[in-house]
């Protein structure tokens, strides 16, 4: 496509957006380049005032842990061919493979078995075929980058923060269905219904959502905890104790995110015409035929970058979590806090660090697949206000 | 940390068959609800060695703990309370009375750790804890300076550390807004000698002991890191481990860390010395963290949680755990690094007063004392905004009429 | 659509916003106005606690509360109108202050402290998160389309990361001697510590949430530049109009709704914040209105909590967001009104 003179842009403008683009970059990217240099350095480095000591990890190199010149070359090509594959060829393979209507399934599989792949290569094949190489290179493979996996290896295997990451999958996969279901229903009969009842529902959600958090999340805990006894007039033994229940923090966390959910999706689907239904009503459906058949096949967009928003609430939340769960079934986040207690040492702040590197992986991996589907559902139309 | 001890859990489950690590097999379920520091880590790890027992160590288990034993049938058998924590549990009458199981199955326990409230034990304790002088003997002895048994001599040391420059700041302290400040008001008014409160609980801090805490507590930060409002004991901790402070009074329960070669830049020069003293008594108070059991939960129930809690404090996990804490459980040898806790306990210190008022108290506190150290109110606003926000928490709890 | 069809599409939503967001709400408003108290007696109580060498024992008046039959605390309920109220916004000394003109003495109050520490927050991210996002979306969209995959994929990264994590990792960079305040320490020349006073605290906590929010703004204002009608663009420019004559009049007019519905979406969320507070530490020199009932509602030690004020200081909170959303209450109104014509 050619860009007419007068689009182009002058050489000073030129420059000094390339120059903010890198700066806002650099700003975008650092804390989170920081604290994963610091997950893998000794608590010595890992604190220090001297921010090559950090990137370096002198005292982590010391004690015989660190990369040479070769190990990181090749860390960065599969790092980079990783990156690629994710962008390019995963997108292509997944729109292969999977039938059209379970798209989301295909997604969801060929995500997970990519990054099920990249760990197993990255963190397994790599480190024994790097070392041996690397005794054999003699001084090319000496050491210069302190780099040690061993507060990973201590967060997920002997603090077991597997099982975390698993709770943070069940609460998450069920906040995004449950959230989504309710909502686009919520959302289409919103859209569709011009009733002042329909605008004060949308007024009270928009209220109900700048209510802080803290103040409703106090007032579960007590019927919380007691619900067994409160709810067995009612049900008898069957009973249960909500606290400490996947289900039903999910509940709440649907709950807390019902307002926003609703109003992206309204103001999504009152950009799908209402033409669409309304044929489809003339040929004898129902609303609910109308909105299965018509509507439904082309609200994926905005569905998914609604799905996106409930994904971050339901995998950020802490103050829900923290209160209503128990250990057994606590998520990663609130997990975090559990090292920073009234006997936190050094070594405990630097596993913490791991594990906060841990958590923002999935999120990494969740951005650089669905950017795209982000900027697009936004652009269909899910906030035009 | 929290979920190592449910592994830790499974696996002595799977090993409790073979190994003799717990005297009894029990076949009741039991769960036990505490904080989640490194003491309580090892007793739990050696309850579990019993079978069908989960550990839930929780962060916010001060919030949890009240409600959880309230329910009926409470959530959890076993719960780990301090001082404080053991107060709400006692008035809302939700724990029992352990003077029968503890003479069926508490013959190892020392009198010491019966905790007993009007005669009848509430709590066995494990563990104590107290603030207490650490300070870096190498300084200390290049500079000629003996360690400061009053807070008049560590100003004064900590001067002339100051003069020496051989550090980036004389002292450390926890003084983090919140708890840990309050914490620190405590200690220095009652080692002036003061009372908290009025037989009528109206507070009674508006008095010289309380502008003398005060001030002392000021003149103390002028030899800090101007950032000692975020400090908590782990920044001091860190401080110390990377040699920018010479002396702190911090938890003896952190007295371990100086030592560790892989964070320390200063092994083995702190050195343990008892809380200095104020006009009257050692500035510190003993805590002390211990068990306790639900009422709300069947006899059969509360005997098995009992014996599980008792297979925690046993000699061997004292031995296993040693320098974890100032265990008070039989068979725990004093090393070098206790010498703080005994000291400052001969020296007079008081047991932290517990009490409903003092919850309301301390909070009041640790909202209020950062405004005199930053300078925005003088000593006798501060102490009359304190008393002032006391008074209108204690008045919406009933506590005054 | 019927009013019946209508109430099935929206039934589980409403439902699920009922049971757990309005009740705990109207439960809140009530605790407002009542004050739940044990009924104490005073009783002399000898505790007993370990000591070096042996036990030290206590004998003190103790007040604590009756437990009646049931083994429940004996508790009274007593309505107390505005008193709570009263004790959050302490008016009296709040309008001793004001008639003194000395806003220092009325800024050490607690809610007047956090309503000016929350207004001014939530005033001045406000533009800032707006200009950023608008900037970085018009340069990302006017860079080549080579770079503008990873440049919205790292620019997103500030958005996506858990809140908790973002707020500890920027305060582990300016922290004690951390290495950006090593950095600027180096650059002045003079010994800095950003966590020893409010101001600098206040700085990070906005520059946190700029860094946090920015990126919403961008992708939002991004998706909306690709829907700007590039006819209207090139009659701009055939009629001469400059770049910035056609930022002014053409893109942003385009973009008003997103610039409307950031604007809401900002404003409720910095109104209430809150994990900056916890994060930061900064309760010794700023807190905010959701730290204040936080504060009210966490147990303390001996597991008091001030329900009844952290209500009134919840619902006035509530009446501070609802007084900063009417302006835009009113356009979605108006908008309203006029799409039903």
């Not at chain 2, 098995?304 to 296993?320: K, L, S, Y």
Request: contains cysteine.
């Amino acid at each position: 496509m050619s860009v007419p003179s007068s689009m182009r842009q002058p050489m000073a403008l030129r420059l000094s957006s390339a120059g903010f683009l890198a700066f806002w970059c650099v700003i975008a990217a650092f804390p989170i380049f920081w604290i994963a240099v610091m997950s893998v350095k000794d608590p010595v480095d890992a604190f220090a005032a001297n921010p090559f000591e950090v990137i370096f990890g002198p005292e982590t190199v010391a004690s015989g842990r660190g990369l040479s010149i070769v190990s990181i070359v090749v860390g960065i090509a599969v790092l980079w061919a990783a990156i690629h594959l994710a962008l390019n060829t995963l997108p292509r393979l997944i729109k292969q493979y999977s039938p059209p209507h379970l798209l989301v399934v295909g997604w969801i599989i060929g995500v997970l078995v990519f990054a099920l792949g990249f760990l197993i290569v990255f963190f397994g094949l790599l480190p024994p075929v790097l070392s041996a190489v690397n005794t054999v290179l003699g001084p090319f493979g000496k050491p210069i980058l302190g780099m040690t996996t061993e507060h990973y290896r201590a967060v997920w295997v002997d603090n077991a923060f597997y099982e975390n990451f698993i709770n943070s999958l069940i609460i998450t996969a069920g906040v995004v269905t449950v959230s989504l279901t309710v909502g686009t229903l919520a959302g289409y009969g919103l859209a569709r219904s011009g009733s002042n009842l329909a605008f004060w529902i949308l007024i009270i959600a928009l209220v109900f959502r700048a209510l802080p958090h803290s103040v409703l999340v106090a007032g579960y805990l007590p019927p919380f905890i007691n619900s067994a006894e409160i709810l067995r007039p009612i049900l008898g033994d069957a009973a249960p104790t909500l606290y400490g229940q996947p289900w039903a923090v999910i509940a709440v966390l649907v709950s807390i995110n019902q307002p926003f959910t609703i109003w992206m999706l309204r103001s999504f689907f009152q950009n799908i015409p209402t033409e669409l239904d309304e044929a489809a009503r003339v040929d004898g459906c129902t609303h609910f035929q109308a909105f299965r058949w018509v509507i439904m096949p082309v609200m994926w967009p905005g569905v998914i970058t609604t799905g996106l928003f409930s994904f971050l609430l339901a995998y950020n939340d802490y103050l829900v979590c923290s209160l209503l769960l128990d250990a057994q079934n606590q998520t990663m986040v609130p997990a975090i806090a559990g090292y920073f207690n009234r006997e936190t040492t050094t070594t405990d702040q630097v596993e913490a660090v791991a594990a906060a590197v841990s958590i923002t992986a999935p999120l990494f991996l969740l951005v650089m697949i669905f950017q795209r589907q982000i900027v697009s559902g936004l652009t269909a139309g899910a906030v035009k206000g | 940390m929290i979920t190592k001890l449910l592994l830790a859990t499974a696996m002595s489950v799977a090993f409790a068959g073979a190994s003799s690590a717990c005297d009894f097999k029990n076949d009741v379920p039991v769960k036990s609800l505490t904080a989640g520091f490194e003491a309580w880590k090892a007793v739990t790890d050696f309850m579990a060695k019993c079978g069908n027992f989960t550990a839930e160590l929780d962060q916010e288990f001060r919030t949890k703990q009240p409600a959880a034993f309230a329910a009926d049938p409470a959530l959890y058998q076993i719960g780990g309370v301090a001082n404080g924590t053991l107060v709400p549990l006692m008035n809302e009458g939700t724990i029992r009375p352990l003077d029968g199981l503890v003479e069926k199955y508490g013959q190892q326990l020392t009198p010491n750790q019966l905790i007993k409230v009007n005669g009848e034990i509430m709590a066995v304790a494990m563990m104590i804890n107290t603030q207490h002088l650490m300070y870096r003997e190498d300084i200390l002895s290049d500079l000629g300076i003996d360690v400061p048994k009053t807070y008049d001599e560590v100003l004064a040391a900590a001067e002339k550390i100051k003069q020496a420059g051989v550090v980036d700041y004389p002292l450390g302290a926890t003084y983090q807004t919140g708890w840990n400040l309050a914490q620190g008001f405590v200690n220095m008014y009652l080692g002036m000698g003061g009372e908290f409160f009025t037989p009528g609980n109206e507070p009674a801090i508006e008095n010289e002991q309380g502008v003398a805490a005060l001030e002392m507590m000021k003149k103390l930060t002028e030899y800090m890191d101007p950032e000692y409002l975020v400090s908590d004991s782990t920044y001091v901790q860190q401080q110390f481990q990377q040699g920018k402070i010479a002396m702190a009074n911090l938890w003896a329960s952190r007295a371990g860390a100086m030592d560790n070669p892989d964070e320390s830049q200063v092994v083995g020069k702190v050195k343990m010395a008892g809380a200095p003293k104020a006009a009257v008594r050692a500035a510190s108070t003993l805590w002390w963290d211990g068990i306790v059991i639900a009422k709300n939960a069947s006899d059969e129930e509360a005997e098995a949680a009992f014996r599980v809690a008792m297979n925690g404090m046993t000699p061997e996990m004292v031995e296993a755990n040693n320098d974890a804490a100032v265990w008070l459980i039989e068979g725990y040898e004093p090393g070098p690094l206790a010498q703080g806790v005994v000291e400052t306990a001969q020296a007079g210190a008081l047991a932290y007063p517990a009490s409903s008022q003092m919850g309301l108290m301390h909070t009041a506190l640790g909202n209020g004392v950062s405004d005199y150290l930053t300078g925005a109110k003088d000593a006798a606003t501060t102490l009359r905004d304190i008393a002032t926000a006391y008074t209108t928490s204690a008045r919406e709890a009933g506590l005054i009429k | 659509m019927k009013y019946k069809t209508f109430a099935a599409f929206v039934g589980p939503s409403i439902f699920l916003m009922l049971l757990f967001i309005a009740a705990p709400l109207i439960s809140v408003f009530f605790q407002s106005f009542y004050i739940t108290q044990p009924v104490f007696e005073t009783v002399e109580v000898e505790t007993c606690t370990p000591g070096f060498p042996t036990q030290t024992c206590v004998t003190e008046q103790k007040t604590q509360p009756i437990i009646g039959e049931d083994g429940k605390v004996v508790t009274t309920v007593k309505y107390v109108g505005l008193e709570s109220y009263r004790n959050v916004l302490e008016p009296d000394r709040a309008w001793a202050a004001l008639s003194a003109f000395d806003f220092r003495a009325l800024l050490t109050i607690d809610f007047w402290k956090a309503l000016r520490f929350t207004l001014t927050f939530t005033l001045v991210t406000l533009p800032l998160v707006i200009g950023a996002g608008l900037l970085i979306a018009v340069v990302v969209n006017n860079a080549s389309r080579l770079i503008r995959g990873p440049i919205i994929f790292v620019s997103l990264l500030p958005f996506i990361i858990t809140p908790v994590i973002g707020a500890l990792s920027i305060r582990w960079l300016f922290i004690g001697d951390g290495i950006m305040t090593a950095f600027l320490e180096w650059a002045f020349s003079q010994n800095i510590s950003m966590f020893a006073q409010g101001w600098t605290i206040e700085l990070l906590m906005m520059f946190y949430r700029v860094w946090h929010v920015a990126p919403f703004a961008f992708v939002v204002f991004y998706a909306g530049l690709q829907t700007v009608n590039q006819d209207t663009l090139e009659s701009a420019i055939i009629d001469g109009a400059s770049r910035w004559e056609r930022l002014r009049y053409v893109i942003i007019p385009h973009l008003m709704p997103l610039i409307v519905f950031i604007s809401l979406i900002h404003l409720m969320d910095s109104y209430r914040v809150f994990e900056e507070i916890v994060g930061f530490s900064s309760q010794a020199h700023r807190i905010s209105l959701q730290w204040l009932t936080y504060d009210f509602l966490t147990p303390d030690d001996s597991g008091n909590r001030s329900i009844s004020r952290a209500s009134a200081s919840a619902m006035l909170t509530m009446i501070g967001i609802v007084v900063l959303l009417v302006p835009l209450l009113r356009k979605t109104w108006r908008d309203h009104k006029g799409g039903r014509v």
